[in-house]
């Protein structure tokens, strides 16, 4: 990985070579280009040396109590307001727990496990320009930041099938843009999240490795739309259940196997996150990779809600992201 990182480097500053002269800005002296200490994050004075050889040996660190409680209860006020259609927000996407598909639909938040896309609801957006999340996001991404990915995970209590749980993946298998080291996952717990009620799960150190094949996991249950697994991870790897409070954010490398297992509790467990890339990524074809199933799923679904219209899977990404600091130079 060392070698194959530092390909990429090379490769990247070729790849600036053929764009246009005003696409990117000083790309050479970037500064996670140029870092020479710490691979994965830079030094702006905020982390101290302890988290940062933490992420650079984990690929996530845990802030506790960096978003307010009265942040938090307005994000929940108006999830609740969004899943009852008092509000609208163009290009939200709810999903329904396979478990209650056929169910009768009744618009509450109790019907939707997840919303994503809320980038045009100010209000829940607001969360994706926090300050001090920005803060900790420059670390990874560098000064020009993208809001590339927003979701509300809403987990509902396990109906019998173990539907609720999220099979271990790697969220780079999503996205159609690199390095990988330019991007950076905000995760906030928005209320006690415990082994109980199906907390993060993670695999500590496996950020270092390459994206892996995903599938669908053969649960008997099923699974939910798009919910792909790493397929044959390593079940001996040792696992951390990252227990937080309300307000607690973790901040993890698009590369770390993770997942949730099962909310064995009557309540909805809530997360609020996003994905950030800095402005600086570009993106890449992921025809014969192990990335075509997911691209390919994505065109079905935009495809669908366009009316027919094709949409790359890089546009698709392109139309949902936001400038949130800095430049939007490339993304
Ligand atoms: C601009 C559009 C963007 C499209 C989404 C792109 C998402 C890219 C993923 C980014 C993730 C990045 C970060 C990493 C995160 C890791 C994960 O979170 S993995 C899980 C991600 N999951 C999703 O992204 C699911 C997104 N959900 C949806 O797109 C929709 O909820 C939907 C599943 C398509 C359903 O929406 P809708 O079309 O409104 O619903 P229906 O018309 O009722 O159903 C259509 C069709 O889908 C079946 N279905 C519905 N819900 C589920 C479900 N939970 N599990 C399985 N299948 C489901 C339903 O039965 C219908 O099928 P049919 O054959 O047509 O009857
Ligand atoms: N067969 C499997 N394949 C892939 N991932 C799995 C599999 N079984 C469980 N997981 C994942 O492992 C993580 C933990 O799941 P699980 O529900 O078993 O909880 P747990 O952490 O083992 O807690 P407990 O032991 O208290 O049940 C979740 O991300 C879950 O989706
Ligand atoms: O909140 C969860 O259960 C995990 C969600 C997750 O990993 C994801 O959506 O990428
Ligand atoms: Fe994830
Ligand atoms: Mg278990």
């Not at 696409?23 to 500064?31: L, M, N, T």
């Not at 717990?189 to 892996?212: F, I, K, S, Y």
């Not at 079905?300 to 130079?329: N, P």
Request: glycine share 6%; aromatic share 10%; hydrophobic share 35%.
């Amino acid at each position: 990985t060392e070698m194959s990182r530092a390909a990429e480097r090379l490769r990247l500053l070729i790849n600036h070579l053929d764009r246009p002269s005003d696409a990117i800005v000083s790309f050479e002296s970037h500064p996670l280009i140029c870092k020479t200490q710490g691979e994965y994050t830079l030094d702006t004075d905020l982390l101290t040396p302890e988290q940062r050889l933490s992420y650079e040996q984990n690929g996530y660190i845990l802030i506790k109590n960096l978003v307010s409680e009265e942040d938090i209860n307005r994000f929940r006020y108006t999830h609740t307001r969004l899943c009852r259609q008092e509000v609208k927000a163009p290009g939200l996407v709810t999903m329904r727990d396979l478990a209650i598909l056929k169910s009768e639909f009744v618009p509450d938040q109790r019907a939707i496990s997840k919303i994503q896309d809320f980038q045009e609801d100010p209000e829940l957006f607001r969360y994706c320009t926090l300050p001090q999340i920005l803060k900790y996001v420059e670390c990874f991404t560098g000064p020009n930041i993208m809001a590339m990915h927003t979701m509300l995970i809403n987990k509902p209590p396990d109906a019998g099938k173990k539907t609720s749980r999220h099979p271990m993946h790697q969220d780079l298998h999503y996205f159609p843009f690199r390095p990988a080291d330019w991007i950076v996952c905000a995760w906030t717990a928005m209320e006690t999240v415990n082994r109980q009620n199906g907390c993060l799960v993670v695999l500590p150190g496996t950020h270092t490795g390459t994206l892996q094949e995903h599938d669908y996991p053969e649960w008997e249950g099923g699974a939910n739309k798009m919910y792909h697994g790493v397929r044959g991870y390593d079940s001996q790897h040792p696992r951390v259940h990252l227990e937080m409070e309300k307000g607690d954010t973790v901040f993890f490398h698009p590369l770390l196997i993770h997942g949730s297992g099962m909310n064995q509790t009557q309540g909805f467990r809530k997360a609020i996150s996003c994905h950030y890339a800095s402005a600086d990524c570009y993106y890449i074809d992921v025809n014969g990779t192990t990335q075509e199933n997911i691209a390919n799923e994505v065109k079905e679904i935009t495809m669908r809600k366009y009316a027919g219209q094709e949409i790359s899977f890089q546009d698709s990404w392109a139309f949902r992201g936001r400038l949130v600091k800095g430049e939007r130079t490339s993304l």
